[in-house]
């Protein structure tokens, strides 16, 4: 069956330090994969999404994500974390036709 | 570009009501979505359309959901009678092409649904 794992509800980070949020996913076939952020009472906006190619994947607002097949992850990440991250971010990955989305994880970023 | 556009964004209804949500997907985009997510998961999609037929509707509950999308535009979602466990935010998307297989797909604001 395809699914999403995140398996933290919060990631606590300083600003300024790095962050990364996790995901693995479990899908038959290539995985298609996503990340999207949502803030408070609004939509989710699309960050970045792996469909083949390198590992590493660039996206919006300075976030990366790292596809590792071998252990069937694709964790997001940024090199320097700023306060207006703090927000609910959803790992995603395509499955029969449609996204299947992970629980969300909630990025707390202190001053 | 103008993005999703949904309404209302706050509904608050007693169960055995009904309701009904709009949704205006991004101008060109094939495919609409709609999705609920209750409190503390991620969306589930609920039914998916490709112009005005639908291509997925596994997951609406056809006892008591209904959709449409009328002229491949517009589309409407609407609860009848509601219950309290359908008590969510409910997210409409679009994308450019059937599946949004490798298109990324857009969403609305929202529209939070509270039952009493």
């Known amino acids: 069956a395809q699914s999403v794992a995140q398996p933290e509800d919060q990631v606590n980070v300083a600003e300024g330090n790095p962050l990364t949020v996790k995901c693995t996913y479990s899908?038959?076939?290539?995985?298609?994969l996503f990340w999207y952020v949502q803030y408070p009472n609004r939509g989710l906006q699309f960050l970045l999404k792996?469909?083949?190619?390198?590992?590493l994947v660039k996206g919006s607002y300075g976030f990366e994500a790292e596809f590792n097949k071998s252990q069937t992850s694709f964790h997001l990440k940024k090199p320097s974390a700023l306060v207006s991250d703090s927000a609910l971010y959803f790992c995603?990955?395509?499955?029969?036709?449609?996204?299947?989305f992970g629980a969300g994880t909630r990025l707390a970023v202190h001053p | 570009e103008a993005g999703v556009a949904q309404s209302p964004r706050y509904k608050i209804i007693e169960k055995r009501q009904s309701v009904a949500f709009w949704c205006n997907p991004i101008s060109g985009h094939a495919t609409l979505y709609w999705y609920q997510q209750i409190l503390g998961q991620g969306p589930k999609l609920l039914i998916q359309?490709?112009?005005?037929?639908?291509?997925?509707d596994s997951q609406l509950p056809k006892d008591r959901f209904s959709a449409e999308r009328l002229k491949g535009v517009d589309s409407t979602l609407k609860i009848q009678p509601a219950k309290l466990e359908d008590s969510a935010v409910y997210l409409c998307?679009?994308?450019?092409?059937?599946?949004?297989?490798?298109?990324?797909?857009?969403f609305g604001p929202g529209t939070r649904l509270t039952v009493t």
């Open positions: 792996y469909i083949t190619g390198d590992n």
């Open positions: 995603a990955v395509r499955g029969f036709g449609k996204l299947i």
């Open positions: 899908v038959s076939g290539n995985p298609y």
């Open positions: 359309f490709q112009n005005n037929g639908v291509v997925d």
């Open positions: 998307a679009s994308s450019l092409v059937v599946g949004g297989s490798t298109y990324e797909q857009y």
